[in-house]
């Protein structure tokens, strides 16, 4: 499956934006999407996940401000980031896993100004 990240952009703190991750085929059967983060001189790390199930998980410098969600239908899956911050400026990167098979999509920026 091949993914592709949009939605990112420049914002000023407080700011929200959401990021989408389309994938070329279904999602239905996908067991896991997640998002991560890269920020300049920074480890890629784990913002969120989300199940088949809809079970989500959060890194603990997000929770409470952002939102994953998947949408079946349109093969989609979310990340609604509210009250944004200037340590949250990284790129984004989503990615599915199910079974053995991971794959992961090109980043999207995200700059919060202060």
């Known amino acids: 499956v091949q993914l592709q990240a949009s939605g990112g952009g420049l914002v000023q703190a407080g700011g929200s934006l959401r990021l989408s991750c389309a994938a070329s085929?279904?999602?239905?059967?996908?067991?896991?999407m997640e998002w991560y983060r890269q920020a300049p001189g920074n480890k890629r790390e784990l913002v969120a996940s989300?199940?088949?199930?809809?079970?989500?998980n959060y890194a603990g410098s997000v929770k409470g401000r952002f939102t994953i969600s998947r949408d079946n239908a349109k093969n989609t899956v979310y990340l609604q980031m509210n009250n944004l911050k200037p340590e949250d400026t990284a790129v984004y990167y989503c990615?599915?896993?199910?079974?053995?098979?991971?794959?992961w999509g090109q980043g999207t920026l995200v700059t919060v100004s202060s």
């Open positions: 989300i199940t088949k199930g809809d079970s989500a």
């Open positions: 990615k599915s896993i199910s079974g053995p098979s991971d794959y």
């Open positions: 085929g279904s999602i239905r059967s996908i067991n896991v």
